[in-house]
């Protein structure tokens, strides 16, 4: 059974950090792309952050780039979202999601099938 949880936030006041963890379970991240979205209230959902089966590729949505960074450790089946220098309007819904089309294990924000519960990040002023 394909399976994400997500866990690692909470509240955090505005320049603080979080480290969210995606634990998988059901497949083997190493070929499949893995990413983080987002869905603040009253918002449309968006791709913040996704790490490539290719090691060395991310790919970031411009308001994060700098002070958030994707990594991946396969063999614990974990992807994480390190998310420094936060801003209020980084409050949000953070989701794990993954691609598994076979051999594709590139970025796209349009081709994630598997999806987390969800973790609620909040950043204060």
């Known amino acids: 059974q394909v399976q994400l949880v997500e866990s690692g936030g909470g509240l955090v006041q505005a320049g603080g950090s979080l480290r969210l963890a995606c634990a998988a379970s059901?497949?083997?991240?190493?070929?499949?792309?893995m990413a983080w979205f987002r869905q603040a209230p009253g918002k449309e959902r968006e791709g913040v952050a996704c790490?490539?089966?290719?090691?060395?590729?991310?790919t970031y949505t411009d308001s994060v780039k700098g002070r958030f960074t994707v990594s991946r450790d396969n063999a614990k089946k974990t992807v994480y979202l390190q998310m420094s220098g936060l801003k209020p309007e980084d409050t949000a819904i953070y989701y794990c999601?993954?691609?598994?089309?076979?051999?594709?294990?590139?970025?796209?924000?349009?081709?994630?099938?598997?999806w987390g519960q969800g973790i609620q990040v909040n950043v204060s002023s």
């Open positions: 790490s490539s089966s290719t090691e060395g590729r991310y």
């Open positions: 059901g497949f083997t991240p190493d070929y499949y792309a």
């Open positions: 999601a993954t691609d598994l089309r076979y051999l594709t294990g590139w970025c796209d924000w349009d081709q994630f099938q598997y």
